[in-house]
């Protein structure tokens, strides 16, 4: 009985991510570099682990005493609650008060998936998105695949090579009234006090529900403290707003991607409630979020000593990060390269802009073999002692070949 | 600044599951006991564990060789790999052929979640779904809550007690043109090869799409390959269809619900197209499946000897079981409870009807607090040395009680 697939019209997806790594990876240049990975590398060119995380996952797969029953809906408690402490402080006037919660959630999408689910389904009059361009690939299509119009904005000027906070408070002034607004890399918006509390006051009196997304605290200035200390001001201004919370990187799990969908509510009442939903869909979602990665982080958050010591980790890796610029930098300078590279140091964290337009990034991925995204933002962490010398070598070669076309 | 909470609108969710739970929990009678996990228990009611699978957690979480980095949104290959592999045997012809595959997914809901949302995008003219009544609750409101009309169907005839596959056939001849059935259990559908030839033909001259759901190979009968044996028929018989793996509960790694959604095509092409949608959807669910669960399974799949501690644990599980089940009966006879007690062992699996009314069911959580879901279908790993006789002697007490009622 020879029969029709049911599968006939289905097309093969556009690949949506990874074509980069897959032309980087099927090159035979051998001095070709790969500088937009995810996660933060070591100068081994190896994705970096928490030192503590390994003795850790050994004594979690050790111990008699833990069971391997599923967890409810919601994960694990102790993990949802070292999480919101790290993120507002311990000693957070919105956790004492029973407003602000979490949803254990899987992987890197997953936070973003049940929040943006539930805005659909809670939050109708919200039908369209501003989000961060560095976010707009990874989390913008999830609210457009779930029928939201999604706009990319930015706050690098790549004429003055400077994060530019007025190119902020410009977005929230021209976005629409009631709209859903992503924020990401919070911590290079330097904003002054004063223009904090304007902003504030547009996005109040616009009804803008923000979605922060706090994808590696601590490795933007290695301060765990300072890297949120933004997203504590807004719950202390009263402030509603949604947030993923992924600890994959802070701590170097990759592999076991976990996180929050934290909410800060006003009452503890609207939390239960917003809680209670966001319950059913990790239910039709996953049912049972698992549990190595909680437990990893959880016993290093709840032991004051391991936590110092992935605090120490957490320094030693931004330092690093700091001194690869510095170098960058430097032998940019020592190359006579045109233009100034203050920029590459005053950006924090693992990725940044090179600073680098269009003919130059592309100058590098076809010419050089460095694989860079068309944005000419970086993952520093990809560079070492390694590859920095043709890497700088090649930006000095891109920049005085394509001098002219500018 | 006072403000309206945007969440002002949000009730509290209605609680899907649990709720027997949650009484049984809050229950202070010293005898209670509780009919309906989800897991396998042990005797000494404890969700059942492989031995195997301890020490083969010990070594992943020690071997220096694996890293930590993301996995690729398709999940692991070894885990894929060994996991169709063992649901079609290491020499299908379907495997050679290249036309199954399968996605990671997440939890004991991914798999099904993940196949729905493809469904929904690519098979348009299926609106209806048709499921067995014992993956209702569970999977039945993923499809629900996805826009389609869902019907719940049974094979268990309550006055015969016993599994009739003339209702199974009945369904299939009754049910609408194109519609998705979603068949449970299905080792319990004990058709000749005649019937099947029969109900065969009729799903395909009606372009039934099948979603299977495999919650525990090797749990229902204690044969790995006799309990998907039916599914290799369907392969072999140019079949294609979903379905939902789960080796959660056939390992005992509750804590790392892990699984896949199979694909079954009719040729690699169609594969190809199809998976690579399934990638897309993936990577706004979680981006990336965690592997701890993965590790584990893979790492006892391909050692022989692990592999073959692991069966030798899920046979003694079965026997165990079938001990019980003859156990509840032989205490039945002795007691003189009315009517044949005889589909208790005829059942295979950890699960099966006890047989008994709405009105006998309602005594025994009533009256007796032994808590049973109201099709009385129970897990009868929950009854254990310490409490048989308290429920046979119930079981007895409400049958006695309601007999007149009838």
Redesign the interface.
Known sequence: ?P?L?????????RK??GSLLKTYKRDNFPNKAFLAY??CMTNEG??W?SLV?CKT??H???DPSL?????PTMGMRSFIQASLELLFGKHSQAIVENRVGGVHT?????AV?IGVQFLKA??KDAQVVYIISSQKE?HG??FQ?MGFTVYEYCIWDPKRLCTDSKMFLDVVQQIPHGCILVIGNIVDCKLTQSQWAKLM?TM?SK?I?LFFDIPCQGLSTGDLEEDTRILQYFVSQ?F?FFCSQSL?RSF???????GLLVVV???SQ?L???L??L??LA???????????ARIVTSILCNPALQAEWKQNLQEVVENIMLIKEKVKEKLRLLGTPGSWDHITEQSGTHGYLGLNFQQVEYLVKKKHIYIPQNGRVNFSCINANNIDYITQSINEAVLVTKGSE
């Open positions: 009985m029969t697939s049911v599968f006939v019209d289905v097309p093969l997806a949506l991510e995810r996660v190896q994705p682990v995380v996952r050994l979690v797969a050790q069971n391997y029953e599923y967890l899987v992987g890197d999408s997953g998936q809670w939050h990874m299509l999830i695949d006051f109040k009804q529900f009263g509603e994959s170097g799990i990759y592999d076991e991607g976990v509510a006003l009452s609207h239960l409630c917003v209670s939903q319950m059913n239910q039709a979602l996953w049912l049972n979020p698992p549990t190595t990665g």
